[in-house]
């Protein structure tokens, strides 16, 4: 290992506070392979999502061509050249970045290789979910009040960013309860401080990268879920409803939706971060309030998202709905 | 509620195209009547039941009296109350919530607005006046289309309006079903409830009293045709 040491310069063997930073250095590497497998997990759901709404949006145009006389296999064999040159677009430009940011690197190229590979599985996945016939239809139990049977009914559409939300919730809250532990362990020495510095920007990016994707993955699903209800809020205000009745029930939704998930990756975080440091008081503060700022996050998500489809989504007077 | 219309003229705008869809429409229904409107597919018919229950503005010069109630002039949020309050609707594709039961749907339009064990009454009346007591749970798809109808006839029922404007709302079912809806809005009628058909079906024109036909936005009152049977 070669750590520039302040006013010593490179040195290469690992003894005493060399080996000290060693023993700080790998806890710190545990860490950071934690912080990158939620990312790549993230990741993974927000393709799940997008994937999702893909082949939702694109339904009614393969009902269409089946209603021409195209045959399924046809119709797949169209979306799946369109669904290629999609891939090897992005296969072409996010390769280029990666090699002009680090070189023909062959590791860095294995993963990327990977990714590629993960990412048309979870499509192929993705699509063979969705052509299976729906059995919802007839065995829908609905709820007693409109919002759980709308909760109920709709739990498909949100469901990838609910789990994702969970994920965010629960991995970012005991990341950043451990990271707060350590780093005021590690910062007590100047030593500490020097790696802190270094090895935090990169878990920060992942850190952000994680909540970056999490947003946008509860964007598009509530999006989503408003564009597939825009018929409905429109038929509410045709039969009286006002405009305050209409937020407030999707505005329940949402926060039945933020909550639960966001409650639920607490909990997880709670036992994650007392198995790891032991329960205290200030730990589970920590991580409620930080719960609580990714529910606020959540709800503010949904706040404008819903804002645009009732400002904007719901123009076209040409139509009954 | 007696619908009186006067110079009624709704332009749409699409880029710079522009359509005279409803031209200088005039007429009055009165309390109690049911009057068909037939014409071409885009001729204007669902347009002229959209501006009369103020779901489009109309144009200046116009005006629209229900009830007495000028919905040319009222603002948005009173309008909403008064459709709530006055106005029943009943379409073709039923519209119908798919998340909920025959009965929740039914009580639907009143729902953040009326007592719930008073609603759930109500509901229940007019389910059980429609043969649907034992569909009450169901939701819309496990129900026929002409079940799904008289749930949606039920909803609009619901606040006991004294309008009803319905949009081809026999268009999809077939001659039995449709006979049974066609009875069912005519007993409404014997309420007292004035009705605005819009159709297709020239066999729906025996049951109202006046027909309007709409031909490239100008509506004209025609005689009613002779229908066998």
């Known amino acids: 290992m070669a750590v520039d040491v302040e006013k010593i310069g490179t040195v290469i063997m690992p003894w005493t506070t060399l080996g000290a930073a060693e023993s700080i250095l790998s806890s710190w590497n545990v860490f950071s392979m934690v912080i990158a497998a939620v990312f790549v997990l993230s990741a993974l759901l927000t393709l799940l999502s997008r994937f999702g709404v893909a082949e939702a949006e694109t339904k009614e145009e393969r009902g269409r061509l089946a209603m021409l006389g195209w045959s399924d296999s046809t119709i797949r064999a169209i979306f799946r050249f369109q669904w290629r040159i999609q891939l090897l677009t992005a296969a072409i430009i996010s390769g280029g970045i990666l090699a002009a940011t680090a070189g ?150 949402s926060v039945a939706w933020a909550g639960i998930s966001t409650g639920f990756g607490a909990m997880i975080s709670v036992f994650l971060a007392g198995s790891v440091l032991g329960f205290n008081s200030a730990a589970v503060l920590l991580q409620i309030g930080w719960a609580g700022a990714i529910f606020l996050g959540a709800l503010f998500i949904f706040s404008i998202v819903l804002f645009g489809t009732l400002k904007y989504g719901l123009k076209g007077e040409q139509t009954w709905m | 509620m007696d619908v009186i219309v006067r110079h009624l003229s709704k332009t749409f705008r699409s880029g710079f195209e522009e359509k005279l869809i409803l031209k200088d429409v005039t007429f009055e229904v009165k309390s109690g009547e049911w009057v068909n409107i037939i014409g071409r597919s885009g001729s204007g018919k669902t347009t002229l039941l959209k501006c009369l229950a103020g779901l489009l503005r109309t144009e200046e010069g116009a005006s629209i009296f229900i009830g007495g109630s000028p919905i040319h002039q009222t603002p948005e ?39 719930r064990k008073k609603l759930e009454k109500r509901a229940e009346e007019l389910l059980e006046r429609l043969q649907l007591t034992d569909r009450m749970d169901a939701v819309p798809a496990q129900l026929s289309g002409g079940e799904q109808q008289r749930i949606a006839i039920a909803r609009a029922l619901l606040n006991d309006p004294e309008v009803l404007l319905c949009d081809e709302p026999t268009g999809n079912l077939d001659r039995k079903t449709r006979d049974e809806i066609l009875g069912i809005l005519h007993n409404c009628r014997e309420e007292a409830k004035t009705i605005l058909f819009v159709t297709h079906d020239y066999e729906v024109l025996k049951y109202g009293q006046r027909i309007f036909q709409i031909d490239d936005g100008v509506i004209t009152e025609i005689d009613k045709p002779a229908i066998p049977g």
Not at chain 1, 200 to 219: D, H, K, R, V
Not at chain 2, 87 to 96: A, K, P, V
């Open chain 2, 77 to 115: 949020e009173k309008l909403r109350e008064f459709r709530r309050k006055h106005i029943g609707f009943i379409y073709q594709d039923f519209q119908l919530f798919q998340a909920f039961t025959a009965k929740q749907n039914v009580m639907l339009p009143e729902w953040p607005y009326t007592n």
């Open chain 1, 104 to 253: 023909f690197d062959p590791i860095s190229f294995a993963g990327f290789g990977t990714a590629i590979l993960i990412t048309s599985g979870l499509k192929a996945v993705t699509g063979k979910l969705h052509q299976r016939p729906s059995k919802r239809d007839h065995s829908f139990r609905p709820g007693r009040s409109l919002l759980t049977a709308n909760l109920r009914f709709y739990k498909n559409h949100i469901l990838a960013a609910s789990l994702q939300l969970i994920l965010t919730t629960s991995c970012t809250a005991f990341i950043f309860t451990v990271n707060h532990a350590t780093t005021e362990r590690i910062k007590k020495t100047r030593l500490g401080e020097y790696i802190h510095f270094h090895i935090n920007e990169q878990q920060m990016l992942l850190f952000s990268g994680i909540i970056l994707l999490t947003a946008f993955t509860l964007a598009e699903s509530f999006y989503r879920l408003w564009q597939e209800r825009k018929k409905q809020i429109q038929f509410l205000k045709i039969v009286g409803w006002q405009n305050r009745e209409i937020r407030m029930l999707l505005l329940k939704e």
